[in-house]
């Protein structure tokens, strides 16, 4: 999806990634991820919330969700996280991350809330039922505190991703929050949907999501209800592009995460944004057959539209070589990934990917590089197994 663009904006990203593997650096299997560019645009997005006056929480998952990156991520001027579960806040705290949102999509187990509030501490916590608010409350009045929650608000015409069903109804909003007031260790400070963006059909824009429509009556409610709404939190493909669109919605928190690689769906088509695509995907041919080579998996995502790879044994000759990628079924484990076969092939090349990522749901390794555009790029951070 991102090996055109990947080529044009950060052909150094590519060279690098080759040279490190055939010396036997890394191994394939591998992600590959341009430090000194995703700092560059960890500072963009940073620099365009405030010129807006947007607050920001980084997302990991994408990339790995360690506290290694968090840390870097924090330093260039996106200071809080969001964790979409606990296992990744858990990962991200363990480096003295801080948490800003925590159950963006999964909420913890019942028994863990007095670990999230006294371990974690995260700046606001996503709820998606009032049973889940009672749990917390209950959790917070035994450790005397009281905990700020946002409210993840759906109607049943909102675009929802299959596997993250949930939230209040808008049309049974008004009860529920008189129920929600009566807990005594929660305020409720706010509102979330997801997603609120999406590519457009024409693959050239963004365009909002109906949620966009509901984060809006949905902050009518809770303010007839005397809530002050300090938080709406409007996640999906936040980045330099979209920040001044949802400022100028009212939105006041978003959650980017693609787009500290550069690999929003826009940045596929549009080589003019502002953020730098600093991620590819490492393997090495094994083996082949009469019409595909194969190539060592375990990173590859179903979602990620893969169509073409470049092959080859250093980087001049790899950007230069490029072939199609053979689609992996989601009903097997990827231990092979698949491409058409080239006559100039040959086991060991090299092949380099670059489409969306989930690491955190993969078998792959993430190396952390420094130097792309150098004769001698460093590996600075090994992160096996990017769980």
Not at 33 to 59: C, F, G
Not at 91 to 96: C, E, G, I, R, T
Not at 246 to 271: C, R
Not at 322 to 333: A, F, H, K
Request: with cysteine; net charge neutral; hydrophobic share 35%.
């Amino acid at each position: 999806m991102f090996i055109d663009m990947t080529l044009r904006r950060n052909e150094g990203l590519i060279k690098a990634g080759t040279k490190l593997h055939q010396e036997g650096t890394i191994a394939a299997n591998t992600y590959v991820i341009d430090l000194d560019s995703l700092e560059y645009n960890v500072k963009s997005l940073s620099e365009t919330a405030s010129e807006h006056s947007l607050s920001l929480y980084y997302m990991t998952k994408q990339i790995g969700r360690s506290g290694f990156i968090g840390d870097i991520i924090a330093r260039n001027g996106i200071e809080k996280a969001v964790a979409v579960d606990i296992d990744e806040a858990i990962q991200l705290k363990s480096n003295n991350c801080q948490i800003g949102n925590f159950g963006h999509i999964v909420q913890p187990s019942r028994s863990q809330w007095k670990y999230v509030l006294t371990d974690l501490k995260p700046e606001v916590i996503t709820l998606f039922s009032y049973e889940r608010a009672e749990q917390l409350s209950r959790a917070a009045e035994s450790l005397g505190i009281i905990q700020d929650v946002i409210l993840r608000v759906i109607r049943t015409t909102d675009s929802i991703y299959p596997g993250q069903f949930g939230g209040f109804l808008l049309h049974e909003l008004d009860p529920d929050l008189d129920k929600l007031k009566s807990l005594k260790g929660i305020t409720v400070v706010g509102i979330t949907s997801f997603p609120v963006l999406q590519m457009n059909d024409t693959n050239d824009d963004f365009t909002f999501t109906s949620n966009l429509e509901t984060l809006k009556l949905a902050r009518g409610i809770l303010e007839n209800n005397n809530i002050t709404v300090k938080h709406i939190n409007a996640p999906s493909a936040t980045s330099c592009y979209t920040i001044p669109m949802l400022k100028e919605h009212g939105v006041t928190h978003g959650e980017p995460g693609h787009a500290i690689t550069g690999t929003t769906p826009l940045h596929a088509y549009n080589p003019y944004l502002k953020e730098v695509p600093s991620i590819i995907y490492v393997s090495e041919i094994s083996h082949m057959d009469d019409q595909s080579a194969y190539t060592i998996a375990g990173g590859f995502y179903n979602r990620s539209n893969m169509e073409y790879a470049l092959f080859g044994q250093n980087g001049s000759q790899l950007t230069n070589q490029l072939t199609q990628v053979g689609c992996n079924s989601p009903t097997n484990i990827d231990y092979y990934g698949s491409l058409k076969k080239q006559a100039q092939m040959k086991v060991g090349d090299t092949a380099i990917y670059a489409f969306r990522t989930q690491i955190f749901v993969t078998r792959a390794h993430i190396a952390y590089v420094r130097g792309v555009n150098t004769n001698n790029p460093k590996l600075v951070y090994l992160q096996r197994r990017g769980m």
